[in-house]
């Protein structure tokens, strides 16, 4: 298992090496990169505000009905809801929901590529296919992610305010000041880091595993289901890193 693991890891700081290639065409670069940004990245919005705007709305009902003790004003449920949707939710879970969707979109399209003999031929041509192939994807994802938690702060946010209809005793003000109460700008930015790290982290080892596959379709279900598992392992890992990195 542990050579497994080295030769993985060796393979992908090869495939790295030749992805982070200066590209030869700029034209072909930006136009696959604003594909890519469309196709991984604007696609993905309406995916992405469903769901914040429904677990937001569950985040501040859960808090409600669990906060039940007359000591606790009922301020505190908005002050909670905004940090958990700010701190974890907008970036760390967002993402692995993302790696699903993203991650096996990116594995099937290149292992698809590999197993019809596309990605030989660009090498045969002598074009560098993990530059041309790889490095958009790389690139427009880490730029729309943040774009993507921004939105998935604010609809959840949204999402727990419309829900103070649902909940018993608890007012818009009360809400609002809860919200307001010892706000850090700081906490945004934080998750934007995080959402970027984990943008690199999808698009790349979705990547390795796409252009990796050997042999026919079957193997490319593999690579797919390989991609989200390992993403999602690694996203884990790294919320864990850089919550104590940043927060420390």
């Known amino acids: 298992m542990s050579n497994k693991m080295i030769h993985n890891v060796g393979e992908y700081t090869i495939l790295l090496g030749r992805t982070f290639a200066w590209p030869k065409r700029w034209n072909m ?96 041509m002598g074009i560098n ?44 003000s009360d809400f609002e000041f809860g919200l307001q109460l010892f706000f850090q700008p700081y906490y945004v930015f934080y998750s934007i880091i995080k959402s970027v790290v984990y943008a690199f982290i999808i698009s790349s080892v979705a990547s390795y595993y796409g252009y990796s596959v050997k042999g026919g379709a079957l193997e490319v279900g593999t690579a797919s289901t390989k991609a989200v598992v390992s993403t999602s392992v690694l996203i884990l890992l790294f919320d864990l890193l850089l919550t104590n990195l940043l927060l420390a």
């Open 129 to 172: 296919s993990a530059n041309f192939l790889i490095l958009p994807k790389i690139v427009g994802l880490m730029l729309f992610i943040p774009v993507l938690s921004v939105f998935s702060m604010a609809i959840g946010i949204g999402g727990g305010y419309i829900a103070c209809n649902l909940v018993p005793n608890l007012s818009y």
């Open 29 to 124: 670069f930006f136009r696959s990169l604003s594909r890519e940004v469309y196709k991984l990245g604007v696609d993905s919005v309406l995916i992405v505000l469903i769901i914040s705007f429904f677990i937001g709305t569950v985040i501040t009902i859960q808090l409600s009905l669990n906060m039940t003790n007359p000591l606790i004003p009922r301020f505190t449920i908005g002050y909670s809801t905004r940090e958990i949707i700010l701190l974890e939710f907008s970036s760390s879970i967002m993402c692995l929901i993302l790696a699903g969707k993203v991650g096996s979109n990116i594995a099937s399209e290149l292992g698809t590529m590999r197993v019809t003999e596309q990605i030989d031929a660009m090498e045969i």
